[in-house]
Nanobody, 129 residues
Framework: QVQLAEFGGGLVQPGGSLRLSCVYSGIQFQNSAIGWFRQAPGKEREGVSVIGDSLAGAKQYYADAVKGRFIVSRDDGKKTAYLQLDRLTPEDTAVYYC????????????????????WGQGTQVTVSS
């Protein structure tokens, strides 16, 4: 059974940074894409970033809202994916989720929910002074 769990959220001032971790339990992490999503209060969940599976080169994808500020990475030995959040703004306040992608290989992700399953419980990121 695949399970994912997010860690690393917290309260940070505008302009600050956080690193989120997504710990994966189960088989086939190396050939699984990992997606990051977020849901702000009163809004729908939106895609943030994806890192493709390592066997296909771990391609990275970013939503326009976070491009140049967030960096996604993975450590297959630790079965963990990371999301580095830099230059945070109050608009980044949300619960952040990770999930496993349905497709491996050279599939081009659109960072939408129906491309993912096995969601974590989320971690709260609050950006406020």
């Amino acid at each position: 059974q695949v399970q994912l769990a997010e860690f690393g959220g917290g309260l940070v001032q505008p302009g600050g940074s956080l690193r989120l971790s997504c710990v994966y339990s189960g088989i086939q992490f190396q050939n699984s894409a990992i997606g990051w999503f977020r849901q702000a209060p009163g809004k729908e969940r939106e895609g943030v970033s994806v890192i493709g599976d390592s066997l296909a080169g771990a391609k990275q994808y970013y939503a326009d809202a976070v491009k140049g500020r967030f960096i996604v990475s993975r450590d297959d030995g630790k079965k963990t994916a990371y999301l580095q959040l830099d230059r945070l703004t109050p608009e980044d306040t949300a619960v952040y989720y990770c999930a496993r992608g349905l497709y491996s290989g050279h599939y081009d992700y659109r960072i939408v929910e129906d491309e993912f399953k096995f969601w974590g419980q989320g971690t709260q990121v609050t950006v406020s002074s």
